[in-house]
């Protein structure tokens, strides 16, 4: 857990490693009581999360969020959604409380994709994916190799990496605005956005 003050709130931040499922555990312990709540996830995502058992379809699987996957096995059972994300929306809604989206909507998403990243860099995708997928990740951890393996990401797609970039500062735009508001805000994200989104409040 990471705590900083915004203003006049004190401000929780739980990193955690998308996809791996004893991160829920993680999750379930170091929750506490908040004034708010909130999600590096979009409100889209959220109500996606809240409301998955009530959805038919698959959830959308990227190539590289399959190589990913498959890296992060080393470590245990992983699975999609992400369980951390989907325990830690749970526990806000069972004490009827509002899980704030601090990423953006699906559609200014989408438009800042379509604005930063190129076709050329689209289609790069697939190749990378493919480097990713033989290259071997050394790290010691999953926070680690998370890091490791957004490192690889951002830095054979340097679009990705400026996305990355505008995510963050998005995020910590919205908890510096839930922060007026509150006393106490409790989000929680993936590790790796938090060194950026702390920077930015700091």
Known sequence: MISLDVGECKVDILP???GLVS??????QEFSDHEAYGAALS????QCLKNRFNIEDTFDVSELDMVYAKHMERF???EIPS???YTFIDLVTERDKLCIPLDMNDADFTEVY???VGVTEFI???NVAKRGMKRIFDGSTPERLAKQWDRFVNDSLKSYGKLSEIREQHIADEIRDVAKYRKSLLVIMEVERVDG???RLQ
Do not use: L
Not at 43 to 46: D, K, L, T, V, Y
């Open 83 to 85: 369980p951390a994300m």
């Open 16 to 18: 955690i490693v998308n």
């Open 124 to 126: 790069k995708e697939h």
């Open 76 to 78: 245990g059972e992983v």
């Open 23 to 28: 991160e829920a555990d993680r999750v379930r």
């Open 197 to 199: 989104v702390v920077s």
């Open 114 to 116: 379509c604005d930063t």
């Open 43 to 46: 409100i889209e995502g959220i």
